[in-house]
Structures are given as C-alpha cells and as structure tokens.
C-alpha cells in the first residue's frame, strides 16, 4: 500500500516505547510486578489482577456516580466529615485536659500521703532505737520490726494503697522484700525507680502496674519511694503504691460519654445539612426538570412558587423568564410563519403575470429579427432576465419548502456516474466559452447509492457549474469514490479560491465574497443555499475548502442506504495537491488529509484512486467539520411515479428547464452560480 493511503493510527508513532534511561529494574519477581503493574497504574502483565481490579471497581462505580451527580449526597457526606473531625479534635482535647486534672490531683494528694508515711517509719525507727538501750542493738527484731512497719503503714490506707520495703542497694543482709495486700514486689516495683532511690534521698516517683501474687488481675498504679534506715542504722526503701483504677475509670466514663455525645452531634448535624440542603436543592431540581421540558418544547411548564424567600424570588424569575421566552419564540414562530407565507404567495402570485409576460416576451424574442440592433437587443437581455427571475421564483419557493420542513426525498438506488456524466455534459457549452476541461476520476467502478436522482443532479449541477465560471480557464476535476457506507463526489478547481472563514459563509443565501463581482451565469445567489438543505435532505455532508489563490474543492458526501448515519467520507476535504500537503510531502510529513476519519473501501483500479485509509480495527467516527441537518424527513419514492403534492415548484421549474431547452439551458446556469 502506497503511503498516502496508510496513515499511522492517531496517537500512535509506529515505534515501540524506549525503557527510561537510568532507571533501575528491580531484580526480584514481587519486585518487577509491583514496579511495572501497580506503581504504574497498570496490570497489564497480571490478568488475575486485572479480574481483581475490575471486581474492587464494579460495586464502586454507582457510588462514584452518584457521588458525582448528587449534590446534596456531597454536602451532607462533607458536613458529617468535618464535624467527625471537629468532634475527634474536641475529644482529644477535653480527654487531655481530664486525665491532666485526675492525674495532677492524685499525684499531689499521694505526695501528701507518702510523705507522711516516710515521717512515720523514721518515727518508728527512732521509737526502737530508744527502746533497745544505748547501745543501740536491736538485730533480733528488725525483720520483725519490718513486717510490722509495713502492716502498721498499710493499715491506715483502708485499700487505697499498699506498702512494700526493699533492701536498699540490692543486699538484702538477711532482710527479705516486705509488702502489703498480696503485692509482688519485684515485679511491681520498676527497676529505674530502686536505682533512683539508691542514688539519693529524696523521695522518687514513677508509674508502675501492680502485680498481685493472689491472681488478681494487675492494674495500673502510682509508686513513690525513698530511702530510710532501720533501727539498726541500716538504709532500706520504703515504697507507696496508690493505685489509678478510680481515675482510670473516671477517664474511660469521660470517653464513653464524649463519643456517645460526640456520634449525637455528628448524626444531628448531617440531620441538619440534609434538611437545609434539601430545601435549596429540590427547587433547583425542579427548575432543572423544568428547564430540560422548555428545551424538549414544553414550553407552558412552570414552577410551584411558594412563599416569599430568595427561592421563591428564583422561581418567580424563572417562570416569568420562561413565559416571556414561550412568548418571543410564538412570535418568532408567527413572524416566520408569516415569512414563509409571504414568500410562498408572492412567488405564486407572480407566476400568473410571469407566464404572461413570458408569452409575450417570447413572442418578441422570436421576432428580434425584424428589429433594428438596439430593439433586437433589449428583446434578447429581457428574455435572459426572465429566464433569471424564473429561476429566482423556482428557488425562493424551494427555500420555503425547506423552512417549512414540507421538502420530501423521493429516494431510490442510483448511479452517481450517470448523474455526474449528464451534469458534465450540460456543462460543457459553459466550459467551452470558459476554455476549461473538465476531468472526471474514479468513475471505472459504479458509485450506487439511495438518493434523490433530481436533488443530487441540482447539487452537482451548482458545484460544476460554479467551479467552471470560477474555475479562470484551469481544468476542473470530479472525483467520485465509495467507501463502507458513504458515497462521494469532489468537484475541485483551481482558480481564485476562498478566503479563511468563506468555507462556511459560501452557503449562506445571498452572499458573495466580492460584491462588487457580476453573476456572469445569471445565477440568482441561492443555489450553494438549496444545494445545501437538499445535502441535508439526504442526511449528507455539503462541505467547502479553499485557499487563496489556490483553487477550491466541494465536497458531497451521501450515506449509500437512506437514514443510515454518515461515519466518514472517502474522499477527503482538503486534496492532496493543496499548498499545505505539497508542503508537508516536501517536508516528509503527513499531509493533512491523512488524519480524517473515512471510511474503509476496497483498492480501486482508477488511475488516480482516492486516498483511502483501510482501519478495519477502529470504527470511523463522524466528520468533524460536518454541518447539521434540518430535521427533513425522508420519503421513499411513490408507486407509478407520482409527484408529491408539496413539490409543485420543482416540478414547476422542471416544464421550465424544458422550454428553455433542457438542463442546460440559461436557467439552469444561473440557478449554479456560486453566492459570492
């Protein structure tokens, strides 16, 4: 296949993509998988994961919906999660500020009470010391002594702490650990905590958890220990456990109450959102409900408007907007209708005094011969502007019939190849006085589609006809191709062009590009108009290109079955001899035309096939500089060859292409001019 009918798929540049530079491929297999599937947002090389995936992703995709097409859904979600986060930083603070207060008010009332202890025991001491005579000996009875000291103390805390002595420096010098209330001193008592004491005098304190030699269950406590002496003189450590089971419950009933009122406020809050959401967002459903009914036509819909609030104002508006919009459009609607009317009963009215008018000036154009040179001219230029204003009538009740939307397609399999050769040879005596050939290519194979044999000649007719009186003496070329489900015909000259933004403005009624510029062929302005609606009538494309100096090219594209949707053109808009592509050919570039979407088509054996792009992977998507249709309906033809009712002016200006001698007579000419 030649490269100008293989254009590279869109997005894609034909080489396999490079491995970065510098980047480091893990070794490992979890590695390589994780590297190349996860963290690069894909899982090509996993189909397990890919099923994975697509099974996490399915039950999501309503909630994602909904998440994106609900706005109350979004406010309420947003309340409730800012004010989770406003309760939880709350909680947090409030939790700090009660365990802080409970903790600091136990801690200064177990100092109070520890050192009141420690008083106690060096009293006790001081007492044996006294009662064992100066010599101060009392080793028989200080084991004993200490057991009774940690009774004695423990005695007086009625369960709301615990005593235990430990031999100082870790020698216990015949003495064991004493404790009260199944304590288990070495385990209850921290480490840092002995060596602290042992290093000084002062008292010391450290959390601690109570373990119990009984099996009770250990709970979390407040320890506080300090270094005194026996009777003996020798040093011990005397410790006092208060347990924190009161503040721990204390805090945890803190907690349970703040999340209990924490949940309320969180609930009554998206309770709230919700009601005031609900009642901004459901008069603003209802103006959109309404708003799709008045663009659907409906126009006597309006809003409930109750009370006297902002919303209320917003329905008041919106309803008054609404019923001064369903009264600009009736009488648009009247002032058309009015339009059409006129137009349709000033060009039938004319026609009774044209016909006249047209009998005696044909009687006078027959007798030219007998007059001197000046009257035999004016009988031959009020012949030719009859012809004209016929051609003018026959067109403006065209161009009512499709404002009506009364124009109908009387459908039927045709061969585009006889249509383009009759149009051809009508304009050959045009061509002649323009010295210009006309060329036809790809018309070796046949071009059949369902069409309106009548409304496609009239197209082709225009495009010819305008691209020979524009054409400056260069040739013209039509190009006929098939491709898929689309038929096409380019009609392309090479004369003065169009301007940037005349490709669209060339249809318009009317208008010329130079007005200053004669209609040579007499045409009356509306023949690119009509060309287009009958394009539209089929569901098909009449588009333009040109450049400035250049040339131009019209393209008609036609579905080959009526009502089915056009995907593409096999012909493209822009032809491969343009400015640009012999620019980018030159350049080693694509050409312009290689990235349109058209239709797939078998090779053709024309001389000059058209450029057509075989994508059988990717289904073709619509033209994008296609124009829209009217609505037009499209009717098969009737049985017997009867004419609808609605198409007397065609048929009209059809006996009047007969008297003036066939399709190519001077009206014909006239009705093909370009409007510019």
Known sequence: MSGDSAASSPGRTGARAERPVGRKTS????????????????????????????????????????????????????????????????????????????????????QSQAAGGFSVAKQEADAAVSAGGEDGRANQNVSQWMGDLVESLSSGGQGAFDVVTLPAG??????GPRASGYVFPPASVPQDLRDRVDSSLLPAQSYTRIVYTNGQESQPALIIGKQVNDPNNEPYQLYYLFPLTQEEKSLSLVKGTLATAGLFVVVLLGAI????????????????????????GRLQERMKVTGEDDIAR??????????????????????????????????????????????????????REDFDPVTARSAELLADQLDRFESLLADLLEISRFDAGAAALEAEPID?????????SGAAPLAERKST???????????????????????????????????????????????????????????????????????????????ARARTTGGTGLGLSIALEDARLHGGWLQAWGEPGGGSQFRLTLPRTADEPLRGSPIPLEPKDSRRNRGLNDAGLPRAGD????????????????????????????DPTALPGNGARVVPRPTGGARPADDTGAADAQSSDARNGGPEGRNKQGEASRGR
């Open 170 to 175: 870790g020698d216990s010098g015949g003495r």
């Open 314 to 367: 917003l329905g008041e508006a919106f309803n008054k907007m609404a019923q001064n919009l369903q009264l600009k459009i009736q009488q648009l609607e009247d002032l058309s209708r009015m339009q059409r009317r006129f137009v349709s009963d000033v060009s039938h009215e004319l026609r009774t005094p044209l016909t006249t008018v047209r009998m005696a000036a044909d009687v006078i154009h027959d007798a």
């Open 27 to 110: 070794g490992s297999r979890w590695g390589r998988f994780f590297e190349g599937g996860l963290l690069q947002g894909g899982v090509q090389g996993s189909p397990v994961l890919r099923l994975f995936m697509r099974w996490v992703r399915r039950p999501l995709l309503p909630v994602m919906r909904l998440w994106r097409r609900n706005i109350q859904l979004k406010v309420v979600a947003t309340t409730l999660l800012m004010s989770l986060g406003v309760v939880l930083l709350l909680g947090f603070v409030v939790i700090g500020q009660v365990r802080n207060g409970l903790l600091d008010a136990k801690v200064k009332a177990s």
């Open 273 to 296: 959102a919700w009601l005031v959401v609900r009642q901004v967002v459901t008069p603003v459903r209802m103006a959109a409900g309404i708003a799709e009914r008045l663009s659907a």
């Open 437 to 515: 050939r006309i060329r036809l290519v790809g018309d070796q194979q046949p071009v059949v589609a369902e069409a309106d044999a009548r409304r496609v000649e009239r197209v082709l007719r225009n495009l010819v006809v305008n691209a020979v009186e524009h054409s400056e003496g260069k040739d013209v070329v039509v190009k006929l191709a098939s491709a898929g489900g689309a038929v096409a015909v380019a009609v392309r000259d090479y004369g003065v062009g169009l301007k940037p933004g005349e490709a669209t403005r060339v249809f318009s009624r009317f208008w010329r590009a130079d007005p």
């Open 416 to 424: 585009l190849r006889v249509v383009v050769q009759r149009v051809v």
């Open 595 to 622: 990235g349109e979407k058209r239709a797939t088509v078998p090779v053709q054996t024309s001389s000059e096939p058209a450029p057509l792009t075989p994508r059988a992977s990717a289904a073709p998507t619509a």
